[in-house]
C-alpha cells in the first residue's frame, strides 16, 4: 500500500496556545482512519490543518508525495483533498443544487460534472428530490449528506469527515457511517474525526487517540478498541 | 398630471442613480464585510477617464459612456489589488482606514496632477433632449436612467443565480471559508466583487456626469454619502435592501423637494437625515434588512 498523506511533526499554535502538538499521522490509500479524542483533543484543529485552513506553525506536510505544507485550501482542494467541516457548514442560502454546483466549481470539464452530479443525485434520492430548496430548509442529516456530496463533487482521492455524526439522531448516524463505508468501497481513502469513538472504531482500518494535542495511541481499530485503558482515560468509558 | 408623472419619473430616476451606488457599496460588504469609503472615487475616475478620452482621443462623445463605465471598473479591481488585498485579515478597522486613505490620495492626486476646478464632460446630445408622448415632454436621460438601472438589476440577478462565481459570492457572505473550501479562490470571489461594484458605480457615473456636465476631484463624496444611507435605511449588507433604500432614499428627496416651502427647501438633507435617525431607531436592522445577513454564521 501506498502512502498518500503523510503528516510529520506537525505543531498548530493559536497565539499562546499550542492545540497539536507534535503530530505524525500518515494514511495509506484506501484506508479509514479515524481520529478519536476527547472534546478540545485538538482534532478539528489538526484535520484543518491538513485542510489548509489554519497554518501549520511547524513539521511538513506531503499529499500523494508532493509538499503541500504551505499551500492555501483552494489550492489543497484542487490536488485532491477535500474536507467536510465539522457543523456541515452548507451554503444555507443556495439551493440544494447550487450548494453542489458549487462543490464542482474545480472541474472543468462539463459533462464529468453532470456525470458527478447525477452520481450525487443516485447516491442520495432526498437531495434529488429537494433539489431546489434552499439548503437551510433541509433536516441535520440531509445537510451533512449533502455537505458530504459537496465535498464529493470535487472528486477527491481523500476525505476529510470532521465529526460527521455530530448533533445527528442514532438512526441518521447509522445511515452517514454506512455512506462511509460505501465510498471506501468506491476507492475513495478517507480520515474521520470523531468523538463517537465506538461507532468511528466498527468500520476504520486504523485510530489515532489525541489528548490535549499529543497522539497518546496509534494502532488498528481492534487494538484500540481492546484497550481498557484507552477507553477509560480518552474515548468516554464504553467501546463495544 | 404633468407635474405629478415628471416628478415621479424624477423620483425614478435619482432613485434608480442611487441604488446603483448602494448595490455596489453592499456588494463589496456582503462579501468581505469592507465598508469601502473610496466608493465615491470609483465615480470620479469614471469621469477623469472620459475627461482624458475625450482630451486625448477626443470625439465621438457617446464613445465615453464605455469608457467610463470601464474605467471604474478597472480603478475598483485595482483598489483591491493594490489597497485591500494587503489588509484583507486586518481587523476591520484598518480596512476602513485603508478606504479612506485610498479616497485621500485619489482627491489628492487629481487636485496636484490635473486641477482643482471642474473640468468640463460633454454629453451625447442624444441623451440630453427630451421626447413626446402625447402631450408630455419627458427627458430622455431620466427615462434612460430608470430604464438602465433595471437593465443592471437583471445582469446582477443573472449574475449572482446563474454563474459559479455568482453563487459564491451570495455563499461567502455567509462564510467565506466554506466557499474555499471548495476550492474557488477567495481572490477571485472578491475581485469580481470590486468589478461588479465598479461597473455599477460608472454606469451611475455616466448619470451623474451627465447632469453635472463637468467633473471635479472631490465629486464623488455627496453620491457615496446617499448610497451608504440608502444601505443604512435598506439594512447594511442585504442587496435587497440597498435596492429598496436607494429607491426610497430618492423617492422621499424628491417628494420633500416638492413639498417643503421655498426657503428651507435648502435642509431637505437634514430633514433626510432626520428620517434616517427615526429608521435606526425605530428599526436598526434596516427596512427589509435581517440581522440574519450578517450575523447568522454557521457554527
Known amino acids: ?240 | 398630471m404633468d407635474y405629478f408623472l415628471q416628478q415621479t419619473l424624477n423620483a425614478l430616476s435619482i432613485g434608480g442613480e442611487y441604488a446603483l451606488l448602494a448595490l455596489g457599496l453592499a456588494i463589496v460588504f456582503s462579501v468581505m464585510g469592507l465598508v469601502n469609503f473610496a466608493h465615491g472615487e470609483l465615480i470620479t475616475l469614471g469621469g477623469y477617464a472620459m475627461y482624458f478620452t475625450l482630451l486625448f482621443a477626443g470625439p465621438p462623445v457617446a464613445l465615453l459612456i464605455p469608457v467610463c463605465i470601464l474605467g471604474a471598473m478597472l480603478a475598483a479591481v485595482a483598489f483591491d489589488k493594490v489597497a485591500f488585498r494587503p489588509v484583507r485579515n486586518a481587523p476591520p478597522t484598518t480596512g476602513l482606514l485603508t478606504a479612506f486613505g485610498v479616497s485621500i490620495i485619489i482627491q489628492n492626486i487629481l487636485v496636484i496632477f490635473v486641477a482643482t476646478r471642474a473640468r468640463p464632460v460633454p454629453t451625447p446630445d442624444w441623451m440630453r433632449g427630451n421626447f413626446m408622448v402625447g402631450e408630455l415632454s419627458i427627458p430622455v436621460l431620466q427615462v434612460l436612467e430608470f430604464a438602465v438601472t433595471c437593465l443592471a438589476l437583471a445582469g446582477l440577478l443573472l449574475l449572482l443565480n446563474r454563474t459559479v462565481v455568482g453563487l459564491a459570492m451570495r455563499a461567502a457572505a455567509k462564510d467565506f471559508v466554506a466557499v474555499r473550501m471548495v476550492g474557488i479562490k477567495a481572490n477571485r470571489v472578491i475581485m469580481t466583487a470590486f468589478a461588479v461594484s465598479g461597473v455599477l458605480a460608472g454606469i451611475a457615473a455616466v448619470f451623474i456626469i451627465s447632469r453635472r456636465g463637468a467633473v471635479d476631484p472631490f465629486m464623488g463624496f455627496i453620491p457615496l454619502l446617499k448610497a451608504f444611507v440608502a444601505c443604512v435605511l435598506g439594512g447594511f449588507g442585504s442587496l435587497l435592501g440597498a435596492l429598496v433604500g436607494g429607491i426610497v432614499l430618492g423617492c422621499v428627496e424628491v417628494f420633500l423637494q416638492v413639498v417643503l416651502p421655498p426657503d428651507i427647501a435648502g435642509y431637505r438633507d437634514a430633514f433626510v437625515f432626520l428620517l434616517v435617525g427615526l429608521v435606526l431607531v425605530l428599526k436598526p436592522e434596516g427596512l427589509v434588512g435581517k440581522r440574519a445577513e450578517l450575523g447568522d454564521k454557521e457554527e
Do not use: C, W
Request: hydrophobic share 45%; charged share 25%.
Open chain 1, 1 to 240: 500500500m501506498t502512502t498518500i498523506l503523510e503528516v510529520r511533526s506537525a505543531v498548530v499554535r493559536y497565539g499562546a496556545i499550542t492545540a497539536v502538538r507534535n503530530v505524525d499521522l500518515s494514511v495509506d490509500r484506501g484506508e479509514i482512519v479515524a481520529v478519536l479524542g476527547p472534546n478540545g483533543a485538538g482534532k478539528t484543529t489538526l484535520v484543518s490543518a491538513i485542510a489548509g485552513i489554519l497554518p501549520l506553525t511547524q513539521g511538513s506536510m506531503h499529499f500523494d508525495g508532493q509538499d503541500i505544507t504551505r499551500l492555501g485550501i483552494e489550492e489543497i482542494v484542487r490536488r485532491g483533498m477535500s474536507l467536510t467541516p465539522e457543523g456541515r457548514r452548507v451554503f444555507a442560502d443556495l439551493t440544494v443544487r447550487e450548494n453542489l454546483v458549487l462543490g464542482g466549481s474545480s472541474q472543468t470539464d462539463r459533462a464529468l460534472f453532470e456525470q458527478d452530479m447525477q452520481r450525487m443525485f443516485e447516491m442520495f434520492p432526498i437531495l434529488h428530490e429537494r433539489s431546489k430548496s434552499p439548503a437551510k430548509t433541509l433536516s441535520g442529516g440531509e445537510q451533512q449528506m449533502l455537505a458530504i456530496a459537496r465535498s464529493l463533487m470535487s472528486r477527491p482521492r481523500l476525505l476529510l469527515l470532521d465529526e460527521p455524526s455530530l448533533g445527528l439522531a442514532p438512526r441518521i448516524v447509522d445511515q452517514i457511517f454506512r455512506l462511509i463505508d460505501e465510498l471506501r468501497r468506491d476507492g475513495l481513502t478517507i480520515l474521520v474525526v470523531e468523538q463517537n469513538a465506538a461507532e468511528a472504531l466498527a468500520f476504520a482500518d486504523r485510530a489515532y487517540v489525541l489528548n490535549v494535542g499529543e497522539v497518546v495511541y496509534a494502532g488498528t481499530s481492534a487494538e484500540v478498541a481492546a484497550s481498557d485503558d484507552l477507553a477509560e482515560h480518552y474515548l468516554g468509558g464504553q467501546l463495544s
